[in-house]
């Protein structure tokens, strides 16, 4: 369960909004990493109901995820998941993930055989 957005502006701003946000998908990699989860998967968490604004959140959790990479790869990789997926049932989180992915995470080209 992510953060309802309203609140936490209320309780520390935009910054707290997104610190708890972030801290879901760490602590959920973090879990996935320890019980060696070959991959993990999340739906947009709080931006239904919760009201947490899509373009916020996709950005949110693209930064986390790539940060969260970035620092685990520094000891090894042999238990990082090789596939996280992002699941969105609404057109605008899908619109605001395809916006914000490619520049934490820039599309590669695949080798020719």
Do not use: H
């Amino acid at each position: 369960m992510g953060p309802v957005y309203a609140r936490a502006v209320r309780a520390g701003g935009k910054e707290e909004a997104s610190r708890l946000l972030k801290g879901c998908y760490r602590r959920s990699l973090e879990l996935a990493r320890e019980k060696g989860c070959e991959s993990v998967a999340f739906s947009a968490l709080s931006t239904g109901v919760y009201g947490y604004p899509s373009g916020q959140a996709a950005e949110a959790v693209a930064q986390e995820i790539r940060k969260w990479l970035d620092e685990e790869a520094q000891g090894g990789e042999e238990k990082l998941p090789k596939q996280i997926i992002i699941c969105n049932f609404m057109s605008k989180d899908e619109e605001a993930y395809e916006e914000v992915l490619p520049l934490y995470f820039p599309p590669v080209e695949e080798e020719k055989k």
